[in-house]
């Protein structure tokens, strides 16, 4: 990524907002033994090369930001909600939270809706994989107009667009008119909105809180979606208990108006200013050639895409159980989801807390998610079941959290459109591929075994990705002894085992 001017290590100007003299930064001294550089971050760590120096005076505040709040140059955690000390953050935080909510309402209905027209988990999966198929089909070509096209307008419209679409589902099934084929156009029709949304979304959070709060901002995100998960699915079991499926599309149709006014608000000045990329022929096989050229952001992108063709086939699997094995209705596949969201919601705000998104955690969260599907698959009880959804929904978004954090902190301004339409396109777009053929699956030999079979191939995956970074960092397996207890650990090929 490329780094920041370096006017950052100048000392501040004095003005009315400036610390009294006795806080103010000292002249620089030589460098102590404690003082000097640090060694290089290791392997499976993505540096923050646009954050400022470790040393030196206090920086200006963002764009955006109240003075009070700049950014001092020490090393410390950052704080869980520092990004929303910043106004154009607040107005699209607080947008998101109405949207994703109305979001979450309409995808239990959506599912709920298909399973009750067609008594099949094979036709909810179809109208999943056709949610995700124009992202997997025009993807690419998503990232490439949204690094050309400014980011604040291109959302008004797919935010409009994606809001239309639950108006008019809402309108044919609270009239009696809706049929499944129905559904799937809107489901088709939300993801083409989908294609231009997704990367225009990452890509305008750097421009909001630019690249020091980037990691934060990105987990606030997560935790935004998986709070509204929360809230959606418990609210949308009890509209279809009570009012029916259509009331759900309804709101979250009205729901969108939310972060279009939050768009509509924002301050256009305390935008950071990002260059927009030229129009001009083979910028999509460009930004091909720019993943392929870098480790640390292809293979977290082959990570995602394994889990989310094969382990995150939620809908597919839990109506299931709530329907087939548990035979508990829709609220039980409403505690599911809700469960799964406390889980979600706890490893985003953990993920705020931390400083840098480690290859290393993506690797560990991705092969533990793996397995407790696996065991989840072979739960009992549907208490059991339910207990098991809070930690699958912790390492689940761990998952999601770092490798999108290292894949943005990772990749130069500039493609980061690209890059992360492509991100977007193999997590989501290889769900069409997946999805039918889970739920053929899990009709054919049952819900167990599909789930199984899901955290099976995303641990694998995990393991096999996770053992090509350590040969490709030129790391080795060390097993030892640290202060009396063993210790296995990941050392240079180069450095001896410690006794």
Not at 112 to 118: I, K
Not at 159 to 180: D, I, K, P
């Amino acid at each position: 990524m490329s780094t920041g001017t370096g006017a950052a290590s100048a000392p501040a100007p004095a003005t009315h907002d400036s610390p009294p003299a006795h806080e103010t930064a000292q002249p620089a001294q030589p460098p102590t033994a404690a003082e000097s550089p640090e060694p290089a971050e290791p392997a499976g760590t993505v540096a923050r090369t646009e954050t400022a120096p470790r040393t030196g005076p206090v920086l200006p505040a963002e764009p955006g930001e109240r003075p009070e709040t700049a950014v001092p140059t020490e090393p410390r955690r950052s704080s869980m909600f520092s990004s929303l000390r910043i106004r154009n953050y607040r107005l699209f935080f607080l947008g998101q939270v109405v949207s994703n909510t109305g979001t979450w309402m309409q995808r239990i209905a959506q599912d709920w809706l298909v399973l009750s027209l067609t008594g099949s988990s094979t036709a909810v999966g179809v109208t999943t994989a056709l949610q995700f198929l124009p992202m997997l089909l025009f993807g690419l070509y998503g990232g490439v107009l949204v690094d050309r096209l400014p980011k604040r307008p291109a959302l008004l419209v797919t935010q409009s667009a994606m809001g239309a679409t639950g108006l008019v589902l809402a309108f044919l099934t609270l009239t009696g008119h809706v049929q499944v084929w129905h559904v799937y156009v809107a489901a088709f029709a939300v993801g083409l909105a989908t294609v231009v949304d997704n990367p225009a979304r990452q890509s305008f959070v750097s421009e909001m809180v630019g690249p020091k709060h980037l990691q934060n901002a990105v987990s606030l995100n997560s935790a935004n979606f998986q709070s509204a998960r929360l809230v959606g699915p418990a609210v949308a079991g009890v509209l279809i208990t009570g009012m029916g499926t259509g009331w759900a599309f309804l709101l979250n149709g009205l729901s969108f108006l939310a972060p279009i006014a939050g768009l509509l608000l924002m301050r256009a000045r305390e935008l950071h200013a990002v260059e927009r990329a030229p129009r001009g022929k083979g910028q999509l096989r460009e930004g091909l050639r720019y993943v392929a050229g870098h480790p640390e952001l292809i293979w977290p992108i082959v990570l995602v895409g394994f889990i989310g063709t094969f382990g995150f086939n939620f809908p597919v699997w839990l109506s299931a159980y709530a329907d087939d094995v548990f035979h508990a209705g829709a609220g039980a596949y409403s505690l599911f989801n809700t469960l799964m969201a406390i889980g979600s919601l706890t490893g985003a705000l953990l993920a705020a807390r931390r400083g840098t998104a480690r290859l290393r955690v993506l690797i560990a969260a991705a092969a533990l998610f793996g397995t407790l599907e696996i065991v989840a698959a072979g739960a009992p009880s549907l208490w059991l079941f339910s207990l098991l959804m809070v930690p699958i929904g912790i390492f689940g978004l761990t998952v999601n959290v770092t490798a999108n954090t290292a894949v943005q902190m990772g990749t130069d301004p500039a493609m980061r459109g690209r890059v992360m339409a492509l991100f977007m396109m193999v997590f989501m777009g290889g769900t069409p591929l997946g999805a039918p053929v889970v739920g053929w699956i899990t009709d054919a030999y049952g819900a167990r075994v599909g789930f199984a079979l899901g955290g099976l191939v995303s641990a694998l995956a995990a393991v096999t990705i996770g053992l090509i970074l350590v040969r490709a960092s030129g790391l080795r397996l060390a097993v030892g002894w640290h202060r009396g207890h063993p210790r296995v650990r990941f050392v240079p090929r180069e450095e001896p085992v410690p006794a």
